[in-house]
């Protein structure tokens, strides 16, 4: 879906040519997936904003095409202006099957290192510093913890930060990794790399098909600092960890650091080799959760000032109090309300920041609070959360699907058709799914599915406990 305002962009047709120009950086297919139904691509006069349907998706466009997106944006208008990727469950209801399983698809084969691989990270400032991070109770362990990587004082190592999408982990690396690149150690750099696990799997495979596994091995064991992101992607990659363990092990005995983050703590995430499991717990392992009130109506302050915007203090609490989920939540409903208030050429007021999130403020609760099942329970089972999306019918992911949709209807105020919209189901489908766990759970029965290593049972409670406890 292609999206446009006209009292904020004069050309009509500027989005159409910027997502054919987006075409031609990522292919056709790519394109249609992740940019085609469901997502709405529209110009503000401070910012590009790109509303998706749930918080998969805006963690994978955030992650993969956002620089794509603002360099055409540039390219085509002579603006540099930022990309804000913000989650509007209303979309949801216009995915199509198809596109789904294509999203499934992609997702599948980059985590699985057969995409072509993305170039190296240059060794550049990256986004988020630490002197940014809005500090409050629910992160202050973590931040205190990565300030101490940061300075090189850490009693620590690994550091391993682990919460659901939008809490600020990859802001906590980053802001770890360009702080580290300010040191020096003897006249010399420190050296770091900020990478996905994605992006070193993706390495990792494409030096062994070409022959070239020293050089990667050159590239990372001998860090001053290692920063993995979305750990959780290695679930189920044997080989993946293997190299990874041996990476680790070299770091860690040459005295350097490494930090870690992931949807999931590391007993909780599906398939990970033991080893790995003891050498991460053996560190310091903290949680983020969703930040509190006090810590939403900074985050608020600072996103109105750098989109240089005067908000009430009226409609700051408003907000606050009514978007509770992640931080890209929060700025997402600050970007609605302030553009809004562009349209109608009025001041950003209390009255009106209601009026604009009026028909969204429960399904976006309820959306960042499936979301945050989707990641915990794709990373426990080793699978993906475009899997729970697709067609997919395999033991594993049927399993992991029929336990998402159970906690849905039990953790969110989600029905039973906002939930089969939200996931590409219809209604009776996730009443059965219900039906089925209920029907185990009186009869204290176990849950089965397939891993890499072979069948794997457990107990039906004793799993949804597990999964409840690391759901914020």
């Known amino acids: 879906m292609i999206n446009t305002t006209e009292s904020l962009c004069a050309d009509g047709s500027l989005v159409k040519d910027i997502l054919a120009r987006l075409q031609e950086k990522i292919g056709p297919q790519k394109l249609n997936a992740w940019f085609r139904n469901g997502t709405q691509v529209t110009l503000q006069p401070q910012h590009v904003r790109v509303a998706v349907p749930n918080p998969f998706v805006a963690n994978w466009i955030e992650t993969h095409y956002q620089a794509e997106i603002s360099a055409v944006v540039e390219e085509l208008t002579g603006w540099a202006k930022p990309v804000l990727v913000v989650v509007d469950p209303a979309l949801s209801g216009q995915l199509r099957r198809g596109q789904l399983d294509a999203q499934a698809q992609l997702v599948s ?13 240059p060794r550049r400032q990256l986004r988020h510093e630490l002197e940014d991070f809005v500090v409050g109770d629910s992160n202050r362990l973590a931040w205190s913890a990565a300030g101490l990587v940061a300075s090189g004082k850490a009693p620590f190592n690994p550091l391993f930060i ?7 982990k990859t802001h906590l690396l980053q802001g770890v990794c360009n702080q580290i690149g300010r040191r020096r150690s003897n006249n010399a750099p420190l050296a770091w790399r900020y990478v996905t696990a994605e992006e070193f799997t993706n390495e990792f495979i494409q030096s062994l098909r070409h022959k070239r596994i020293d050089e990667f091995r050159a590239r990372y064991r001998h860090l001053d600092l290692l920063a993995i992101d979305d750990v959780h992607f290695l679930a189920a990659k044997k080989a993946t960890q293997d190299e990874f363990l041996h990476t680790f092990n070299a770091i860690t005995a ?13 007993r909780m995430v599906g398939e990970l080799n033991e080893q790995l499991v003891s050498r991460f717990g053996a560190g310091m392992v903290v949680r983020i959760d969703p930040p509190d009130h006090v810590t939403r109506l900074e985050i608020l302050r600072r ?8 908000v009430t203090a009226e409609a700051m609490e408003f907000i606050a109090r009514h978007v509770r989920g992640s931080v890209r939540e929060l700025e997402g409903a600050m970007v609605k309300v302030v553009a809004l208030a562009a349209l109608e050429r009025g001041e950003v007021t209390g009255q009106l920041a209601a009026s604009a999130l009026a028909d969204h403020l429960a399904r976006t609760d309820s959306a960042v609070v499936l979301g945050d099942i989707e990641a915990v329970v794709a990373a426990y089972f080793g699978i993906t959360v475009a899997d729970l999306h697709s067609s997919r019918r395999t033991r594993t ?10 906690l849905a209807r039990r953790r969110t105020q989600m029905s039973y058709p906002e939930i089969g919209r939200a996931m590409g189901k219809n209604h009776s489908s996730v009443i059965l799914a219900v039906q089925r766990m209920e029907q185990l759970l009186c009869g204290g029965g176990d849950l089965e599915w397939m891993s890499p290593m072979g069948r794997k049972s457990m107990n039906a409670q004793k799993l949804l406990d597990l999964l409840n406890d690391q759901i914020a």
């Open 397 to 406: 992911v049927s399993t992991a699907r029929m336990v998402t949709v159970f």
């Open 162 to 168: 682990h919460g659901a999408c939008g809490v600020g």
């Open 109 to 121: 084969r980059a985590t699985q290192g057969q995409a072509r691989p993305r170039q190296a990270p």
């Open 254 to 266: 040459a005295g350097k650091q490494i930090i870690m983050a992931s949807d999931a703590p590391p």
């Open 303 to 310: 996103k109105a000032a750098a989109m240089r915007v005067k």
